[in-house]
């Protein structure tokens, strides 16, 4: 079977209504389980993390905190390669090698919390292994980049990351109920006993790891037989490195770092969060948060596509902010309990508003390079339309992935900043505070660099007729 798409012209209407657009939703129901499985992966320390010291293994809070950064550490730093690898060696065979890749962690998991003599290094280096997950996102959202018409990619992007994004709420859905049983028989081996209080239980906690295996390869094989490389989307890295010296860049990279920062800090780090500060575990349902999340993502991208990412992605500074603030009055300290009902609903706006943000940053990233590159092109001259097009996809691709490396550190800083302040001020309000300075520059950012009428590159991040 031919996978090689050796025409490939999406912005062409004609061509998009006849075949473009059949193979572009072929490619996107293909790329969306690999993505929902990345994040699995990638967030499966947030809720394993939770049993380690009920299971035997005596972490202090700060080793157990550092667990769950990590994974968000190494994702973030492997986007940074991974970001680039689609125009290398093609996004049909780069989705199915690193889809594969996700058995190492799922594995290495699996077989470490059967040994209770595993120590902590080795912990240590599965939870930066789990960062495969996080890498795989900045190549799968750059590959269907290449996919859809500049128009349409906010949507397309936003409900592919969306729906992928639902691999978190997964994974925090999954653990606790996997683990309650033989789910694999005699292959999930011996159970551990599970001491919470006076109670003790059998768990199966390998089999957080093991769930996702069979999956893994399903949808590894999907890819390889089903997916599609185009021929026109081949580049080196040093031309993709043009990147580098766009400002713009470096703009949205601040930006998506508040929205899917946010997402994904808040996901790895709510359920050791909730039970260190409120005695609470979360799991049974945090994986609501995450959902909420997702759900919001391709909306945001759906509405950037009508009224402008600009718009859609100030109005959720300004939620991210306003909750930021609330969270402060909410959490525990200075003599008070605070209240756990309260910090549930607004983690729930945070989540929200950075999904919703998510899908409206993502939309401007490609629009803003590729109407960059148009403008740039001599009136009339389709010939130097057709090439402005294809560097602005391939710039905008790779400033996806850049933007995504840099949104996935998130997923370090959040945990170890709400770390910090516990160990530092014996509660978290510092931390609140510190989300709301940063978001205040989001807004700030995003008002003077896109909304505002006036500004330079407005009419990059809106709608073209």
């Not at 508040?258 to 800090?265: N, R």
């Not at 770390?419 to 709301?436: D, E, K, P, R, Y």
Request: a neutral charge.
């Amino acid at each position: 079977m031919n996978m090689l798409l050796t025409r490939w012209e999406p912005d062409n209407r004609i061509f998009w209504e006849a075949e473009g657009s059949r193979v572009a939703r072929r490619n996107l129901a293909l790329s969306i389980p690999p993505l929902v499985l990345s994040f699995a992966v990638w967030m499966l320390w947030s809720a394993v993390v939770v049993y380690l010291p009920h299971v035997g293994f005596r972490f202090t809070t700060a080793q157990l905190f550092w667990l769950a950064a990590l994974p968000g550490l190494a994702g973030g730093t492997l986007r940074l390669f991974f970001a680039f690898m689609v125009p290398v060696v093609g996004g049909r065979i780069w989705t199915t090698v690193s889809t594969a890749l996700l058995l190492l962690p799922a594995l290495g998991i699996a077989l470490a919390v059967q040994d209770p003599a595993t120590g902590y290094p080795t912990f240590l280096l599965l939870a930066l292994a789990a960062g495969i997950g996080g890498g795989n996102f900045a190549s799968n959202m750059a590959n269907l980049s290449f996919f859809y018409p500049t128009d349409r990619k906010g949507a397309a992007l936003g409900l592919n990351a969306g729906l992928g994004n639902l691999g978190v709420g997964l994974a925090q859905l999954a653990v606790p109920l996997v683990i309650g049983g033989a789910v694999f028989g005699a292959l999930s081996g011996a159970p551990q006993q599970f001491v919470d209080g006076d109670g003790v239980r059998d768990v199966w906690l390998q089999n957080a790891g093991y769930v996702w295996v069979p999956l893994i390869v399903l949808a590894a094989a999907a890819a390889w037989y089903g997916m599609d490389d185009i021929a026109s989307v081949r580049s080196s890295f040093a031309e993709q490195a043009v990147i580098f010296v766009r400002p713009h860049t470096w703009l949205l990279s601040w930006l998506y770092l508040g929205t899917f920062g946010s997402f994904i800090g808040f996901s790895a780090g709510l359920p050791l969060f909730a039970e260190t500060q409120f005695g609470a575990s979360p799991l049974a349902y945090a994986f609501l948060g995450p959902v909420v999340g997702a759900a919001a993502r391709p909306a945001g991208g759906w509405l950037a596509d009508r009224f402008g990412g600009a718009r859609i992605a100030l109005g959720a500074f300004i939620v991210l902010a306003s909750a930021s603030v609330l969270l402060a009055t909410a959490l525990p300290g200075e003599g008070t309990g605070g209240s756990y009902g309260t910090f549930l609903a607004l983690a729930f706006v945070l989540f929200a508003a950075s999904g919703a943000g998510n899908g409206a940053v993502f939309n401007m990233i490609p629009v803003v390079f590729a109407r960059e590159r148009e403008h740039g092109a001599q009136p009339g001259d389709a010939e130097a339309l057709a090439r402005a097009r294809h560097d602005g996809a391939l710039e905008g691709a790779a400033a996806i992935g850049f933007a995504s490396a840099i949104g996935a550190f998130g997923a370090f800083f959040i945990p170890k900043i709400l770390g910090a302040a516990i160990s530092l001020t014996g509660g978290a309000q510092a931390a609140a505070w510190v989300f709301t300075v940063f978001y205040a520059t989001c807004i700030a950012l995003t008002w003077v660099a896109y909304a505002r009428r006036g500004a330079a590159p407005d009419r990059l991040s809106r709608r073209q007729p």
